[in-house]
């Protein structure tokens, strides 16, 4: 006896079309594409603040200097590890209109810097009133 079979039949992909719709997609792509144009760079050179001789003093600053090491001094006078804040608070009582400027080292590790800004602040100097140097060594 024979039974009737569903004969199956290999579904195909037609392969040849979907070149042709790829050949096209890739033509469209390749005509509508804008190139961009390399832009003229300006090559800048920042200045440099080199000491300049003058005759005549602006404003008279003491400095609060640091070194490589972490050593501070205000205006030629040691100042001992931890008492800057003690030492800033006296000298504006001592010199109540003088300004203060930073003279850092380049060498001098970030968070002296930041303990150093801190000790103003709880002084009671505005940060932004002291404007800061960094000593870089000439070549």
Same mark, same amino acid.
């Given at each position: 006896?024979?039974?009737?079979?569903?004969?199956?039949?290999? @579904?195909?992909?037609?392969?040849?079309?979907?070149?042709?719709? $790829?050949?096209?997609?890739?033509?469209?792509?390749?005509?509508?594409?804008?190139? !961009? *144009?390399?832009?003229?760079?300006?090559? %800048?050179?920042?200045?440099?603040?080199?000491?300049?001789? @003058?005759?005549?003093?602006?404003?008279?600053? @003491?400095? %609060?200097?640091?070194?490589? $090491?972490?050593?501070?001094?205000?205006?030629? $006078?040691?100042?001992?590890?931890? $008492?800057?804040? @003690?030492?800033?608070?006296?000298?504006? !009582?001592?010199?109540?209109?003088? *300004?203060?400027?930073?003279?850092?080292?380049? *060498?001098?590790?970030?968070?002296?810097?930041?303990?150093?800004?801190?000790?103003?602040? !709880?002084?009671?100097?505005?940060?932004? =009133?002291?404007?800061?140097?960094?000593?870089? *060594? =000439?070549?």
């Amino acid at each position: 006896m024979r039974f009737h079979r569903i004969k199956t039949t290999r @579904s195909q992909i037609a392969i040849i079309p979907m070149i042709d719709i $790829l050949f096209v997609l890739l033509v469209f792509f390749i005509v509508s594409t804008a190139f !961009k *144009k390399p832009r003229n760079v300006l090559h %800048i050179e920042l200045p440099t603040v080199h000491e300049v001789p @003058s005759d005549q003093v602006v404003e008279a600053r @003491s400095v %609060i200097a640091m070194d490589a $090491l972490g050593n501070i001094t205000l205006d030629t $006078l040691a100042v001992p590890e931890g $008492l800057l804040e @003690s030492y800033l608070a006296a000298y504006q !009582k001592q010199n109540p209109g003088r *300004k203060l400027e930073l003279e850092a080292d380049k *060498k001098l590790p970030l968070e002296r810097l930041l303990q150093v800004w801190d000790a103003l602040t !709880k002084a009671g100097i505005p940060i932004k =009133d002291v404007p800061a140097r960094i000593k870089v *060594k =000439d070549p």
